[in-house]
């Protein structure tokens, strides 16, 4: 059997007294786009930054490859395109500055671009359609051009791995299919693509798997099973019902009500720490 490009094994954090991974597990073979869905608090943001080693888990682990997650920054190995509230915009930075960054991993203590750093930045900038934007200070960009420099760092980083929080909300259709289109190119060429998206829509074109997360991986499998609405109802609870999903073979209320009943974790408050 062959390792897993992400392996997140009874991951459990907290913040305080905030229960927000109890003993999340997922297994992500390599050139995989998966697709990560659950409501508002339900942990995405922290998976990732648990999966990326930002934040050390009370108990489980996490291997990128077979190795602490550490490692596989240290190298180069992770693009990560933040949640936009968790970036601080107003930073002095043009958008070449922050997709190079995605090269310091490439330079010497000095940090000095060379012309193979900036080559690989002028390729990176122009995969995502942002060339001309390259010296605009980065908060002046709209929503969608801000999460492409986001995965033009990661394209010039190298990276065989790709952590994508929520990069379509707030995104016109245009930058939408940009995102998606360079993804499925990066998936195709090997990179390993996780992405957070409340856009349930979209996820059959774009991914291979999705994940339904609360707080536990609830589920993993092809999305067009994933997102029935007896599979969303767990998560989501009952009003995802009532919007127009990609679905097949809407079950019965009653069947929905039974899930929904038998399903303890949907919508309790965070357990406490005790
Ligand atoms: N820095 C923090 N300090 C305290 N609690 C936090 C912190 N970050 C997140 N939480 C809490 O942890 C839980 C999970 O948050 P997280 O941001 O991972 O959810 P999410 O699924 O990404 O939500 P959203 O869809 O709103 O982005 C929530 O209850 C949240 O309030
Ligand atoms: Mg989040």
């Not at 829509?201 to 991986?217: G, T, Y």
Request: with cysteine; glycine share 8%.
């Amino acid at each position: 059997m062959s390792t897993p490009a992400i392996l997140v094994e009874n991951v459990t954090v907290h913040y305080g007294e905030v229960l927000a991974l109890d003993a999340a597990s997922l297994s992500l073979d390599t050139a995989r786009i998966c697709g990560l869905i659950g409501m508002n608090g339900s942990g995405k943001s922290t998976l990732f930054k648990a999966i990326m080693g930002m934040i050390k888990p009370d108990a489980g682990r996490v291997l990128i490859n077979g190795a602490p997650p550490a490692k596989a920054r240290r190298e180069g190995g992770i693009g990560y395109v933040p949640q936009s509230e968790d970036v601080d915009w107003q930073f002095p930075l043009s958008v070449r500055d922050v997709v190079m960054m995605g090269r310091y991993g490439h330079q010497g203590f000095t940090r000095r671009p060379s012309k193979a750093d900036r080559a690989a930045v002028d390729l990176a900038l122009d995969r995502v359609e942002l060339s001309e934007f390259a010296n605009r200070q980065i908060g002046q960009l709209s929503g969608g051009q801000k999460k492409r420099a986001f995965v033009a760092r990661g394209i010039a980083q190298g990276a065989t791995m790709m952590l994508l929080d929520e990069p379509f909300a707030g995104v016109d259709k245009r930058s939408e299919a940009t995102i998606t289109r360079l993804l499925r190119e990066l998936a195709s060429d090997g990179c390993t693509i996780l992405i957070s998206t409340h856009d349930l829509h979209a996820l059959p074109q774009l991914c291979d798997e999705a994940v339904l997360l609360m707080r536990k991986v609830l589920m993993h499998g092809p999305p067009e099973v994933v997102l029935q609405p007896e599979h969303l109802a767990m998560a989501f609870g009952l009003d995802v019902l009532n919007r127009d999903l990609p679905v097949r073979d809407v079950p019965a209320p009653d069947a929905v009500q039974d899930v929904v009943r038998n399903e303890p974790l949907r919508n309790e408050p965070a357990q406490d720490r005790s």
